[in-house]
């Protein structure tokens, strides 16, 4: 079993849908990232955090340490908002990912 | 401000070959880190330099192995090439030395093949 699990691996919804992405993990961790990787490898660093909630623009980010459970969700969702988004939790000063999700949203 | 940067894009060598693939962090930036993406498979954490250290090292045998300048740029060698060496290489920077703790911002990645 892989210590930092997402669910689901793909997801195709419709512009305008409501998105969640669920990242969980087996081990006690100081904070957790999660990224946005699009299809030509870039990757962006979307939030890094330790509690509680996280906001920016239509992107929405919480965690429950003690539930060692992450969602990221996405309002409003849009075509561009399609690419592979990765949960990551630092573990021994170094980043443990996960296996990622690939989100394709249709216009 | 500059992103950080990588070079070469691609990188195509063959089996045994040694390949030197090259990062340049965001000015401000002490941390390097390395990061290894095979096709099909995840992300994986290769190597973390701060200050011209080495502070980190995944499970990866000996043949990955890199440097910092002291303008903190770095550089990832591997050597004896294999055919599963093949990947994105991704370079990511970040302040101090928290290591992991700090965001990390990441470079476009160079496409190694091995042939």
């Known amino acids: 079993k892989n210590e930092v699990e997402q669910s689901p691996q793909n997801l195709t919804a419709q512009e305008g849908e409501f998105i969640t992405i669920n990242c969980s993990y087996s081990?006690?961790?100081?904070?957790l990232h999660w990224l946005q990787q699009h299809p030509g490898g870039g990757i962006v660093s979307l939030f890094m955090?330790?509690?509680g909630k996280k906001k920016h623009g239509r992107l929405i980010a919480t965690i429950n340490i003690q539930e060692k459970h992450s969602s990221l969700h996405i309002t409003a969702s849009h075509p561009r908002d399609s690419a592979v988004y990765i949960c990551?939790?630092?573990?021994?000063?170094?980043?443990?990912f996960g296996q990622g999700t690939r989100l394709t949203i249709n216009p | 401000e500059a992103g950080v940067t990588q070079s070469p894009t691609h990188l195509i060598k063959t089996r045994g070959q040694q390949a030197t693939l090259r990062c340049s962090p965001i000015?401000?930036?002490?941390?390097v880190y390395w990061y290894q993406q095979a096709l099909g498979l995840g992300l994986q954490f290769l190597l973390w330099?701060?200050?011209?250290?080495?502070?980190n090292r995944g499970n990866f045998p000996p043949r990955f192995s890199g440097r910092q300048f002291p303008n903190y740029s770095s550089e990832l060698n591997v050597n004896a090439l294999e055919l599963e060496d093949s990947a994105l290489y991704l370079c990511?920077?970040?302040?101090?030395?928290?290591?992991?703790?700090?965001?990390?911002?990441f470079g476009p990645g160079t496409r190694l093949t091995v042939l």
């Open positions: 990551a939790v630092i573990r021994s000063q170094k980043l443990v």
């Open positions: 081990v006690g961790i100081s904070a």
């Open positions: 330099y701060d200050e011209g250290e080495e502070r």
């Open positions: 990511a920077s970040s302040l101090g030395n928290r290591g992991a703790g700090n965001e990390q911002f």
């Open positions: 000015s401000g930036h002490t941390s």
């Open positions: 955090l330790s509690s």
